[in-house]
């Protein structure tokens, strides 16, 4: 069994940053993919950005291009979403995700294979 365990997120102003990391218990983290995804109230849940299982190819949703950064530290088993000039739409509970890395990266929501806890992050206006 495999468990996530997110931290990071809360409240902040428009324009303002966070950072969410996300712990994975697993022997060779470096043989999983990662991804982030969020939900709104009312709505589907949304991806957000995935990484590779070496840290390469990171891809995002349209919606946080150029704002977002997802990123990886091997050796301690973690994954890291980045959020810069955080807007009123990006409120939403965020979840980080992990795929067993068998081929290339495949970012729709039904391919990952755990989830984490999900975290709110809550930007004012």
């Known amino acids: 069994q495999v468990h996530l365990v997110q931290s990071g997120g809360g409240l902040v102003q428009a324009g303002g940053s966070l950072r969410l990391s996300c712990a994975a218990s697993?022997?060779?983290?470096?043989?999983?993919?990662m991804g982030w995804f969020r939900q709104a109230p009312v709505k589907a849940r949304e991806f957000v950005a995935a990484i590779n299982w070496s840290g390469g190819n990171p891809y995002y949703a349209d919606s946080v291009k150029g704002r977002f950064t997802i990123s990886r530290d091997n050796a301690e088993n973690t994954v890291y979403l980045q959020m810069n000039s955080l807007k009123p739409e990006d409120t939403a509970v965020y979840y980080c995700?992990?795929?067993?890395?068998?081929?290339?990266?495949?970012?729709?929501?039904?391919?990952?294979?755990?989830w984490g806890q999900g975290t709110q992050v809550t930007v004012s206006s």
């Open positions: 995700a992990i795929q067993r890395a068998d081929g290339r990266i495949r970012y729709p929501s039904g391919e990952y294979d755990y």
């Open positions: 697993v022997r060779t983290f470096s043989t999983y993919h």
